[in-house]
């Protein structure tokens, strides 16, 4: 029709039609396929260059959809979506743990049983066989009869310093995993939005632990989490640079976060020398040690991208790698939110009397 529409007298095609119908027929293909790469599922080879990060993951990519697109894709199956769901799930149970510490409800908060020991106030009992473990576990559910913390409990705000940096580091690992298929500018800045929040998660681990076993000592407390800090920063500064915030970095990236993680040997040596006969020494190392423990494992599963290396396609959808480094980081950080706990109540118990 449009070239009957642009022909002269002689039967010849005019000039401007032809163009006309060239880049009318051009912007019409151009959206066809747009159209039908937004909302499809694509392979790894179908991937703009910027997406293609991991060669053993064959299929169900998003790429290049929309932010509606992107959020409803929260409800569907694709190769992002138990990275999404495993950290959101995360943030809202540790929104949850922050909102019964704030209000003080006891029981509820100790996940474990298990940390309850110091005979400092009629809320606390001693809870360290697997009797008192499943009774402990047991009485969650009956809130009328969770005691409340004393009023001479040590100050809070560094536990509330890791809940924070907890909550942002698995939401924001949340909201990168579920849009940043959007487009390319989008996935550079959620994916340094991403680093940043592993890296302010490492840093405010530490607030807890430094703060309540150097109570009593200003100096050291100041020269460990002044360096924490510092070499924090210097990681996120670091992570903002564009060719290191890409996937061929990936190894530089982990070498970072384990340096920053390696860096609390200098504090949790000199904490055991300091309280050496400590009667919960043992008990708070064991859930530090769980930590340290998820975030290495954690870390090997994403640097040497088992097991979808060994069966390519196979864990296209669940069981990769990267998913499984998201459960490791949020059973360590269950593990140090156990450990700051015991830190807290030892406080409570003998301020800086020992």
């Not at 302010?200 to 050291?220: D, G, K, R």
């Not at 384990?258 to 040596?269: C, D, E, K, N, Q």
């Not at 494992?297 to 069981?319: K, N």
């Amino acid at each position: 029709m449009c070239s009957a529409r642009n022909r002269g007298k002689q039967g010849k095609p005019m000039e401007n039609g032809d163009k006309f119908c060239d880049d009318h027929n051009k912007k019409s293909d151009e959206k066809c396929t747009q159209k039908s790469k937004n909302g499809r599922l694509l392979s790894y080879n179908e991937l703009p260059d910027y997406m293609k990060d991991n060669e053993f993951i064959h299929k169900y990519y998003r790429a290049e959809w929309s932010f509606k697109q992107a959020f409803f894709s929260l409800f569907q199956w694709h190769n992002e979506t138990i990275n999404v769901w495993t950290h959101l799930l995360g943030f809202v149970l540790f929104v949850g743990l922050t909102v019964v510490n704030a209000a003080h409800v006891t029981q509820a908060v100790d996940l474990f049983g298990i940390l309850r020991s110091y005979p400092s106030g009629t809320g606390k009992n001693s809870s360290h066989d697997s009797a008192k473990l499943f009774m402990g576990v047991t009485n969650m559910v009956n809130l009328e009869n969770i005691p409340h913390h004393m009023g001479t409990d040590a100050v809070r705000w560094p536990f509330y310093v890791y809940l924070g940096g907890s909550m942002f580091c698995l939401l924001s690992s949340s909201v990168c995993h579920l849009f940043c298929c959007h487009s390319h500018h989008m996935n550079i800045l959620l994916f340094r939005m991403d680093y940043t929040g592993i890296t302010v998660m490492i840093i405010t681990s530490f607030f807890p632990a430094i703060y309540y076993i150097f109570l009593c000592e200003p100096l050291w407390q100041f020269i460990y989490l002044g360096g924490i800090t510092a070499f924090g920063a210097f990681t996120i500064a670091t992570l903002l640079s564009p060719t290191l915030s890409s996937g061929k970095c990936r190894n530089f990236r982990a070498i970072l976060f384990v340096s920053m993680g390696l860096f609390g040997l200098f504090p949790a040596v000199h904490a055991c020398i300091l309280n050496w006969n400590n009667p919960r020494r043992n008990l708070t190392l064991a859930y530090e040690a769980g930590m340290a423990l998820s975030y290495l494992v954690g870390t090997g599963f994403y640097v040497t991208r088992i097991p979808e290396r060994w069966r390519p396609g196979w864990f296209d959808l669940a069981g990769s790698s990267h998913q499984i480094f998201h459960v490791f980081v949020l059973l360590g950080a269950l593990a140090h939110y156990g450990a700051a706990l015991l830190f807290m109540e030892y406080r409570d118990a003998v301020g800086c009397g020992q």
